[in-house]
């Protein structure tokens, strides 16, 4: 539980800091150039990338352009199955080796918690006694305004008017049941044009359901606490989302009407307080700084151009953003038999189960299949022609199963491995493998078809984990391999991470 709540938070932090990094690059260097509904979606999305605990794997994701290691259920290598059973050929499939153990995991994953559950619980407090406040308020009715204000911006949903000391500007509350909340004195204080105006304001953040962006804003704020750039883009957020309501308002209104509400907007902000910060609750502030962009932007209004391609570049980024790198499917590579093992081969694949540790220097084929046999006791067989005598290998292995340093070390001479009743036979390779396309084409599974023997794989080059069944050991294989260099890597490690066995093969010529 502790590892898989790491390893979502770990992902869900550097995917979300991604986003919301392009995000506040794009809103700085496209704000005042791009209409701020659509850097507030921009900004939307990130959030949403910050919560997203799963996402939907897919072969356009943008994290498929990062390197990530295979994943996918451990799968059993079967060399000991009881006498009664038929022999089953041993199963290979690819998957990522367990994390570590990092023992300080758990202190880091509690602090995290502890700050989350903070800001969570703040917020959650602040909305109950803000609720509590407006159990005061009263009701009044804006009759015609307020539907006329409804029609300008098409909106159908009902919304109740309240006048409350609970605010100190026109605010918009909740989202399943929205208020519309309008502080002391503000009908006497303003003309009804200029109450119009505000209606329309707060019924664009109805419009565009900034409550619950609010909400899913500050949920991302909470759980990323520690993320500085998050909240850097909630204050963003919060800036285009208010120039973005003013965008709908202005286009609601006939030109000539612009100035008149441009003026109210100023006067508003100038005359009342800030509203507090509750998540269900969105009103008409603004800092100095969004204010001088509010009145250069309300002053050169123009109707958006452009919004479908807009529309579309959210969408193609959201697409891409929002959907994880597609797993590769597990390369299973089986030793494919015409029948099935016969008992005296599988005792053969059996005795190579043991574990063997060897140190060669410039060791040829010969040498190294003796050192095989001196450690299992199993004897193998050259096809005539099939090693090349100039081969040089360098192997150092340490409690690494036979069967692996067999493998490995043929693979890596170019040769492939055939069980038979009476040992092993080394075949040359050239001849009798073929390349098997696997998933999206580019990953090659490499199978070694032997007359008369079935299919015989080559190692695994990736990522691996194997579990031995015949003696009930259970461990993960990491495979690194550089085929420029003609060198491999191999580390066996524990179900708790631990590395049990490591090997290393070179090939020098």
């Not at 022609?385 to 036979?402: H, S, Y």
């Amino acid at each position: 539980m502790t590892a898989a709540l790491a390893s979502w938070l770990f992902a869900a932090t550097w995917k979300g800091s991604l986003l919301v990094a392009f995000a506040l690059v794009v809103h700085r260097v496209a704000r005042n150039r791009i209409p701020s509904r659509w850097l507030c979606a921009l900004l939307f999305v990130a959030m949403l990338r910050l919560l997203a605990p799963v996402a939907p794997p897919t072969t356009f994701s943008v994290f498929n352009l990062v390197p990530a290691a295979e994943s996918g259920p451990p799968a059993e290598l079967e060399m000991g199955p009881a006498p009664e059973r038929v022999p089953r050929a041993p199963l290979l499939v690819r998957t990522a080796a367990p994390p570590p153990q990092r023992p300080w995991m758990p202190l880091l994953l509690g602090l995290w918690a502890a700050g989350a559950a903070f800001f969570l619980t703040r917020a959650v407090v602040q909305t109950i006694r803000f609720r509590r406040r407006l159990r005061s308020a009263r009701a009044v009715d804006l009759g015609s305004l307020l539907d006329g204000c409804r029609d300008a911006l098409h909106l159908r949903r009902g919304v109740r008017v309240a006048v409350t000391e609970a605010v100190a500007a026109p605010s918009l509350h909740g989202w399943l049941r929205p208020m519309l909340l309008l502080p002391e004195g503000f009908l006497e204080s303003f003309s009804r044009e200029q109450l119009r105006y505000a209606v329309l304001h707060e019924l664009a953040h109805l419009r565009r359901s900034d409550v619950l962006v609010n909400w899913i804003a500050t949920a991302a704020a909470a759980l990323h606490w520690f993320n500085p750039l998050v909240h850097v883009a909630l204050a963003r957020l919060a800036e285009e989302r208010e120039l973005a309501c003013d965008e709908l308002a202005l286009a609601a209104l006939r030109a000539e009407e612009r100035q008149a509400y441009g003026g109210t907007v100023l006067e508003i902000v100038d005359r009342l307080r800030t509203t507090q910060l509750v998540p269900a609750l969105v009103g008409m502030t603004a800092t100095p700084q969004q204010l001088k962009r509010r009145i250069v932007m309300i002053a050169s209004f123009k109707q958006p151009r452009y919004s479908i391609l807009f529309a579309a570049l959210v969408v193609a980024v959201g697409l891409v953003t929002l959907t994880d790198a597609q797993a590769h499917e597990p390369q299973v590579m089986h030793f494919k038999t015409a029948a099935p093992l016969s008992p005296e081969a599988h005792a053969i694949v059996q005795s190579l189960m043991k574990p063997m540790s060897v140190d060669l220097v410039s060791a040829n084929v010969d040498v190294t299949l003796a050192s095989i046999t001196s450690a299992t006791g199993v004897r193998f067989t050259v096809a005539g022609g099939a090693a090349d005598p100039a081969l040089r290998m360098n192997i150092k292995a340490e409690n690494v199963p036979a069967h692996m340093v067999l493998i490995e070390s043929m693979s890596a001479a170019g040769l492939a491995v055939k069980f038979t009743d009476t040992g092993v036979e080394i075949l040359e390779e050239s001849a009798v493998h073929e390349r098997v396309p696997h998933g999206d084409g580019e990953r090659v599974m490499i199978m070694r078809k032997i007359d008369g023997g079935g299919d015989h794989p080559l190692p695994l080059r990736a990522p691996a984990h194997v579990r031995g069944d015949g003696d009930r050991r259970q461990f993960s294989v990491l495979v690194d391999a550089d085929a420029s260099k003609d060198v491999r890597n191999v580390t066996l490690r524990s179900e708790d991470g631990a590395t049990t066995g490591t090997m290393r093969i070179e090939v020098v010529k």
